[in-house]
T-cell receptor, first 114, second 116 residues
Framework: AQKITQTQPGMFVQEKEAVTLDCTYDTSDPSYGLFWYKQPSSGEMIFLIYQGSYDQQNATEGRYSLNFQKARKSANLVISASQLGDSAMYFCAMSNSNDYKLSFGAGTTVTVRA | DVKVTQSSRYLVKRTGEKVFLECVQDMDHENMFWYRQDPGLGLRLIYFSYDVKMKEKGDIPEGYSVSREKKERFSLILESASTNQTSMYLC???????????????FGQGTRLTVV
């Protein structure tokens, strides 16, 4: 069974600074995909970034980058130059080729301070 | 614009009632998912489906069932609602891709269900 762990329930970050959100995963399948989603207070789920298990380079999307360390089974999200609008809950998720389940972690709440 | 639509934003039901939560997607996606979201627990997968009439149990299927008679519609059924099923319910859909191809899931707006 796959499992996603996010150990940081909440974080504070100063505006314009970078923040790293931790995510570790556990799977025995060599083929898997890792996702990060943002959920603002409005409740919508916004896809941010994706990393495939065979990708050689870390994924980047604008101010978001994914620090993928395969041997450590870690997929940390880095948000650079934080903005007030980045205040939200962030979820790490994983899907593997065995069963196409999409499983999520418990989430991390980020609060950006002016 | 891609869309996943859940039939209700807010719902209040009585204990013991049979409850239907409906989800419709217009993206011709094969995969559909039902999650419940509770504070501190993240999104927990209840059931998912990768094809019409196919269903797979997620991590917390007890007390729920699902129906997928058409590709675009995935229904979550609470056979006899209980107060511990009070939660936010999220539906999602995605393409049937061959992992590790990106199979981004698209979410509905959520249904806040209160069972009294």
């Amino acid at each position: 069974a796959q499992k996603i762990t996010q150990t940081q329930p909440g974080m504070f970050v100063q505006e314009k600074e970078a923040v790293t959100l931790d995510c570790t995963y556990d799977t025995s399948d060599p083929s898997y995909g890792l996702f990060w989603y943002k959920q603002p207070s409005s409740g919508e789920m916004i896809f941010l970034i994706y990393q495939g298990s065979y990708d050689q380079q870390n994924a980047t999307e604008g101010r978001y980058s994914l620090n993928f360390q395969k041997a450590r089974k870690s997929a940390n999200l880095v948000i650079s130059a934080s903005q007030l609008g980045d205040s939200a809950m962030y979820f790490c998720a994983m899907s593997n080729s065995n069963d196409y389940k999409l499983s999520f972690g418990a989430g991390t709440t980020v609060t950006v301070r002016a | 614009d891609v869309k996943v639509t859940q039939s209700s934003r807010y719902l209040v039901k009585r204990t013991g009632e049979k409850v239907f939560l409906e989800c419709v997607q217009d993206m011709d996606h094969e995969n559909m998912f039902w999650y419940r979201q509770d504070p501190g627990l993240g999104l927990r997968l209840i059931y998912f489906s990768y094809d019409v009439k196919m269903k797979e149990k997620g991590d917390i299927p007890e007390g729920y069932s699902v129906s997928r008679e058409k590709k675009e519609r995935f229904s979550l059924i609470l056979e006899s609602a209980s107060t511990n099923q009070t939660s936010m319910y999220l539906c999602a859909s995605s393409l049937m891709g061959y992992v590790p191809v990106n199979t981004e899931a698209f979410f509905g707006q959520g249904t806040r269900l209160t069972v009294v």
